[in-house]
Structures are given as structure tokens and as C-alpha cells.
């Protein structure tokens, strides 16, 4: 860990003072050489993004939906190195927090949800579709399933069993993973899957969705983008040819505070942690069996 001071905003920056960050798989990943090696990108600054206090503002600070002062209570998201109890970051990362969200909460809305709405549009999700969902109870799950259903399509969710009760709280019915998953996602769904997304990246759930929808654009991976575009579905993200999807997501920044403002969207944080431990937060996300989301604590 290194100390770096956050200095001072510069032209169309902010000075957050931060209160939670979030927490996401790729936080690990990208130290992990699954990303590669390159030397010259060390010393990392890790962290997408976080919520806090605006502190300070440059000239020009203008946020997502309208200018920034001092005072304002925001989300940062997609930011560089949000492990910070302060920073400076760029004024368009900004969105007001909404009051009835918590820190920790707000601290996971964007990174998650952001996906997820990208997942639905790219497969052009609507009003009657069933939507199979893999690797359902993690951060991106928990979102993509409450946007389905608030599209009014309906969701089969698998997870392993002790999180069923989780996903049936959230709308979805839930299937275990494993052998004969495409036999139980059949039962559940006995007039078939319209719409199917890997966001677990394994191959039982890649080969499974090819097995159900027959529409390879009705089918995306955001974990497997080398067997995704192999397959020719849906690759979405920050891959090497993938769809990174940066204007929809964009846009669908203040939606998401809207929807988790009104009580519309729930933000689940299972844990957090002292900003300090944030090694724990990584050992515990990377065994990869987290429901929602983590936060760190500054
Ligand atoms: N492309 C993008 O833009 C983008 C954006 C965000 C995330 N991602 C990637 O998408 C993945 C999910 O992110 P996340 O934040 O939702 O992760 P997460 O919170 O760690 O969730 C992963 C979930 O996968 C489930 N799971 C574990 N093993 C499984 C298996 N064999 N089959 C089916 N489900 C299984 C777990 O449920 P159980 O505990 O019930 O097993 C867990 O809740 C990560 O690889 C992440 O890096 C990509």
C-alpha cells in the first residue's frame, strides 16, 4: 500500500472526502496477471468506485446532472484508485447520492448496475421474455435480476442452494448449478428461455445458454469474452473485442441512483471492511461465492 496525497482539484475536478468504496472482482483481476504482466502499470491505483463528500471543487466542475459544489453527497464512478479515504476525481464521474441510500450501498450502485443494464439492452430484454441468468447472486446478479423484472420479464437465477432463498426474495426462480442444469432450467421453464447472460464465465454456463436460446444475439457473457467471441454471442465489457457499451452505461447512471433513491433498485452489501483490510475483502471475493456486494471502509 502507498500513501499519496490527494491534492488539489484542478479544472473540472472535485476533492471527495470518501466514506465507502466499492468493491469488484476485476479490482483483483487486475493484479492478478489474468490481465496481464505489464511492469509499467505498477503502482496501481485500484478502486472504480466510491461515495463521499464533495470537499473542493476546481473551476468548471460540472457532475453527470449539473454543476458540483462543496457539500454535495456523491457517487464516483468510474474513477481510478476509489481505495482512498480522499481523492480528486473527474466532476463527470459524479451523480448525487440519493438520501435514502447508505455509503456502503452507494458505493456498489454503479459498477453492477451499470453492467447489468448493459447486459439487458445488448440482448434487448422486454415484457414477457424469461431471461436465464448464471452466477445470479453475485454483484451484477442481484442488479440485472430486479432491471428484468422491472422490464416485466421473468428471471431463472441459478446459485448454489444456500443463496435460493436470497434469489427468490429478489423475484427470480432459483436453480443450483452443476450436472443437469439445462433439465432443471427446462422444468422451470417449460415454454423455454428467451434471453440468456453469463455472468459467471464458466462453460457449463456458456454451454448451457447455446443449449436453450437459439438466438446467439439473445445470448452475452460480461466474465468469458474468449470463448464469447468464439461462440459469436454477446461479448460485453472492457475486453479486447468486446462491447464495452460506454454510452448506455453512461446513461444509465442517474436512472440507477433514481431507482435506488425511489426504493426500486436494492443495493445488497453482505460485508464490509476497514479500508486496511482490503486484502481480506479480495481473498473473500476470489473464492468467488460472495452474494452482492462488498464495501471498504475508510
Ligand atoms: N464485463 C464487464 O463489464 C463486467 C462488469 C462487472 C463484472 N464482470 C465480471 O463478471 C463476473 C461477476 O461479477 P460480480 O461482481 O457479480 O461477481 P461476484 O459478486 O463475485 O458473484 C459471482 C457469483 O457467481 C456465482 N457462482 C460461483 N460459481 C458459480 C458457478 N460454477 N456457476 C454459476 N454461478 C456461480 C456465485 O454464487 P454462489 O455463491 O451461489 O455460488 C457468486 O454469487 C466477474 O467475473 C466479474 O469480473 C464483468
Do not use: C
Not at 12 to 25: K, L, M
Not at 131 to 145: E, K, T
Not at 175 to 191: F, I, M, N, T
Request: proline share 6%; no cysteine; glycine share 14%.
Amino acid at each position: 500500500m502507498l500513501d499519496q496525497a490527494a491534492g488539489e482539484p484542478g479544472p473540472g475536478e472535485a476533492h471527495i472526502t470518501v466514506r465507502a468504496s466499492g468493491v469488484n472482482p476485476v479490482d483483483y483481476k487486475v493484479y492478478s496477471g489474468a490481465m496481464g504482466a505489464d511492469p509499467s502499470r505498477l503502482p496501481m491505483r485500484l478502486g472504480l468506485e466510491a461515495a463521499g463528500v464533495v470537499t473542493a471543487v476546481g473551476p468548471d466542475a460540472a457532475g453527470a446532472s449539473g454543476p458540483v459544489v462543496a457539500g454535495d453527497e456523491v457517487i464516483a464512478f468510474r474513477i481510478s484508485g476509489g481505495y482512498a479515504s480522499a481523492l480528486v476525481v473527474p466532476a463527470a464521474s459524479l451523480v448525487p447520492k440519493p438520501a435514502a441510500l447508505g455509503w456502503p450501498e452507494a458505493s456498489g450502485l454503479m459498477l453492477t448496475g451499470a453492467t447489468a443494464w448493459h447486459a439487458l439492452a445488448a440482448t434487448s430484454v422486454a415484457a414477457g421474455d424469461t431471461v436465464l441468468m448464471h452466477g445470479a447472486p453475485g454483484g451484477v446478479g442481484l442488479m440485472a435480476i430486479q432491471l428484468a423484472i422491472s422490464r416485466g420479464a421473468h428471471v431463472i437465477a441459478t446459485g448454489s442452494p444456500g443463496h435460493h432463498e436470497l434469489l427468490r426474495e429478489f423475484g427470480a426462480t432459483p436453480v443450483a448449478y452443476g450436472d443437469g442444469l439445462a433439465d432443471r432450467v427446462r422444468a422451470a421453464a417449460p415454454h423455454g428461455v428467451d434471453v440468456a447472460l453469463d455472468l459467471v464465465g464458466t462453460d457449463e454456463a456458456l454451454d448451457v445458454s447455446l443449449d436453450l436460446v437459439s438466438d446467439r444475439s439473445r445470448i452475452a457473457t460480461i466474465a468469458n469474452a474468449r470463448r464469447g467471441l468464439e461462440l459469436g454471442i454477446k461479448v460485453l465489457g472492457g475486453a479486447p473485442g468486446a462491447d464495452p457499451g460506454t454510452e448506455i452505461r453512461a446513461a444509465a447512471r442517474p436512472e440507477l441512483a433514481r431507482m435506488a433513491g425511489d426504493g426500486t433498485l436494492r443495493v445488497l452489501v453482505t460485508d464490509t471492511f476497514a479500508l486496511e483490510e482490503a486484502a481480506d475483502a479480495h481473498r473473500l471475493l476470489m473464492q468467488g461465492h460472495v452474494a452482492g456486494k462488498l464495501a471498504l471502509l475508510p
